[in-house]
T-cell receptor
Framework: GENVEQHPSTLSVQEGDSAVIKCTYS??????FPWYKQELGKGPQLIID?????GEKKDQRIAVTLNKTAKHFSLHITETQPEDSAVYFC??????????????FGKGTLLTVNP | DAGVIQSPRHEVTEMGQEVTLRCKPI?????LFWYRQTMMRGLELLIY????????DSGMPEDRFSAKMPNASFSTLKIQPSEPRDSAVYFC???????????FGQGTRLTVV
């Protein structure tokens, strides 16, 4: 089955700096890569996703990049703010346009943004 | 919509007791997922349903775990008998079959003593 590795497990940055979280996956058939943010006491929430036919996607201060050849993808957060502090999870799945799919998650990265 | 609703939010039970976790998915969603979250193993998919039918239960740890979805608006995850190693946060999530985003509930924190 799919295996997703995520690094680093913890990341501390100063407010305004950038943060980068990296993931690798094992199944070359995976084609859907979402990122989830989990705040304390809450469930994970989707913040951005990318499909395998796209190399990069951006939404305001967050961006994701995907390298299918190397089987890795990254989350970039620019101009970090204290409210970005949370646990971030990457995931991978095979999504065949409405068919069954299941997400395999990385172990998570605890991001702390220091004011 | 109120989102995915899970109950209870917290459950403390003694080893050997039966535990039932409940989930109400978002109305109109036809896929439902049960995840378990621990520090050691992260988020693990236990089982998922499409149109109330279990599709993949390969993540269910053992026969002590069972899940049902009697209708489109309700699912249960049962552990019988419970053991201390079952202590974790259990999340339910739902999505459209044709969609990508899975919406998570707030989770049930289970402690088995």
């Amino acid at each position: 089955g799919e295996n997703v590795e995520q690094h680093p497990s913890t990341l501390s940055v100063q407010e305004g700096d950038s943060a980068v979280i990296k993931c690798t996956y094992s199944d070359s058939a995976s084609n859907y890569f979402p990122w989830y943010k989990q705040e304390l006491g809450k469930g994970p929430q989707l913040i951005i996703d990318i499909r395998s036919n796209v190399g990069e996607k951006k939404d305001q201060r967050i961006a994701v990049t995907l390298n299918k050849t190397a089987k890795h993808f990254s989350l970039h957060i620019t101009e970090t703010q204290p409210e970005d502090s949370a646990v971030y999870f990457c995931a991978a799945s095979i999504n065949s346009g409405g068919s069954n799919y299941k997400l395999t998650f990385g172990k998570g990265t605890l991001l702390t943004v220091n004011p | 919509d109120a989102g995915v609703i899970q109950s209870p939010r917290h459950e403390v039970t003694e080893m050997g007791q039966e535990v039932t976790l409940r989930c109400k998915p978002i109305s109109g969603h036809n896929s439902l997922f049960w995840y378990r979250q621990t520090m050691m193993r992260g988020l693990e998919l236990l089982i998922y349903f499409n149109n109330n039918v279990p599709i993949d239960d390969s993540g269910m740890p053992e026969d002590r775990f069972s899940a049902k979805m009697p209708n489109a608006s309700f699912s249960t995850l049962k552990i019988q008998p419970s053991e201390p190693r079952d202590s974790a946060v259990y999340f339910c999530a739902s999505s459209l079959l044709s969609g990508r985003e899975a919406f998570f509930g707030q989770g049930t924190r289970l402690t088995v003593v």
